[in-house]
């Protein structure tokens, strides 16, 4: 069993920068991978970025070279940095763990899910 907790979450202006932080329970962190999801109001959730156990990493288009997904094992923490924010990255940004050995880019995929932090970007 894992336990995810994410933090980090906030009220930003557009153009600005975040970092969430997402930090796992348990002995086995370093052989899942990790992805950031999110969903806003009416809809789906929708796939952010992954990173595998030995750091390979996929990203959403609508997120490459604004985020990075970093992981420390040793901390047990994955990190999503974002910068260069927009109004429509306003949402709940949830961590999710999975046993798959390649970063993946489904909800399916993923086993244990953190509750959510809120990122709200004005304008």
């Known amino acids: 069993q894992v336990q995810l907790v994410e933090s980090g979450g906030g009220l930003v202006q557009a153009g600005g920068s975040l970092r969430l932080s997402c930090t796992a329970s348990?002995?086995?962190?370093?052989?899942?991978?990790m992805g950031w999801f999110r969903q806003s109001p009416e809809k789906e959730r929708e796939f952010v970025v992954a990173?595998?156990?030995?750091?390979?990493?996929k990203y959403a288009d609508s997120v490459k070279g604004r985020f990075t997904i970093s992981r420390d094992n040793r901390k047990n923490t994955v990190y999503l940095q974002m910068n260069s924010l927009k109004p429509e990255d306003t949402a709940v940004y949830y961590c999710?763990?999975?046993?798959?050995?390649?970063?993946?880019?489904?909800?399916?995929?993923?086993?244990?899910w953190g509750q959510g932090t809120q990122v709200t970007v004005s304008s």
């Open positions: 990173i595998s156990w030995n750091g390979l990493t």
């Open positions: 999710a763990a999975s046993n798959i050995m390649v970063p993946v880019t489904t909800t399916e995929s993923y086993d244990y």
């Open positions: 348990g002995r086995t962190f370093s052989r899942y991978s």
